[in-house]
């Protein structure tokens, strides 16, 4: 898909560097920054969920009911396993 971005000029030159000296297109350039960008974001995001969620999933495309569900849960399981302090 073909779509046009404004890009600073400092970052521009910067990517179109660094794709020549990896031997490989601008376009494959972006494209492969923007993947591992998202790859990264979602593991971080994976990291962070609670252990409920990987069975069940994350309910992407309802953010807020997931927070309040994710809430109500960790509601029920503080009152069934107070966490202990150390």
Not at 67 to 78: G, M, Q, T
């Amino acid at each position: 898909m073909k779509t046009t971005i404004d890009i600073p000029d400092d970052l521009f030159r910067l990517a179109k560097a660094r794709a020549s000296l990896s031997g490989i297109s601008l376009r494959q350039f972006v494209s492969n920054t923007l993947r591992a960008q998202l790859e990264h974001e979602n593991n971080l995001a994976q990291a962070t969920d609670p252990p409920w969620m990987k069975g069940f999933g994350g309910l992407a495309d309802l953010g807020a009911e997931t927070a309040r569900i994710r809430d109500l849960i960790e509601e029920e399981f503080e009152s069934i396993e107070p966490e202990h302090e150390s």
